[in-house]
Nanobody
Framework: QVQLVESGGGSVQAGGSLRLSCAAS????????MGWFRQAPGKERDFVATITRSGGVTSYKDSVRGRFTISRDNAKNTMYLQMNSLKPEDTAVYYC?????????????????WGQGTQVTVSS
């Protein structure tokens, strides 16, 4: 069992930055690939970024590549999402997720555990 808790959300103006954190419980964090997803009102949950369990491979949604950076610190059982040059269309609830496995994963249905989400609001 893995419990995930997101933090770091908030309200910023367009062009600003936020850093999201996802703290995981348990001793096997390094066995899980991790991902960030987001859900805007009235829309489906959408892939944002994923990272392998070692942190060696990352993948991003096209619209955030170059602006967002996913990373992890296995010693701290924590994953991060650094978000720069934020746009109003980035407004959503952001969720972190964990998937037991050695690859990287971009589909929500592949993930085993989810956090409760943190709100990010970007104003123009």
């Amino acid at each position: 069992q893995v419990q995930l808790v997101e933090s770091g959300g908030g309200s910023v103006q367009a062009g600003g930055s936020l850093r999201l954190s996802c703290a995981a419980s348990g001793r096997t964090f390094s066995s899980y690939a991790m991902g960030w997803f987001r859900q805007a009102p009235g829309k489906e949950r959408d892939f944002v970024a994923t990272i392998t369990r070692s942190g060696g491979v990352t993948s991003y949604k096209d619209s955030v590549r170059g602006r967002f950076t996913i990373s992890r610190d296995n010693a701290k059982n924590t994953m991060y999402l650094q978000m720069n040059s934020l746009k109003p269309e980035d407004t959503a609830v952001y969720y972190c997720a964990a998937k037991y496995g050695s690859s990287w994963y971009t589909n929500a249905y592949e993930y085993d555990y989810w956090g409760q989400g943190t709100q990010v609001t970007v104003s123009s």
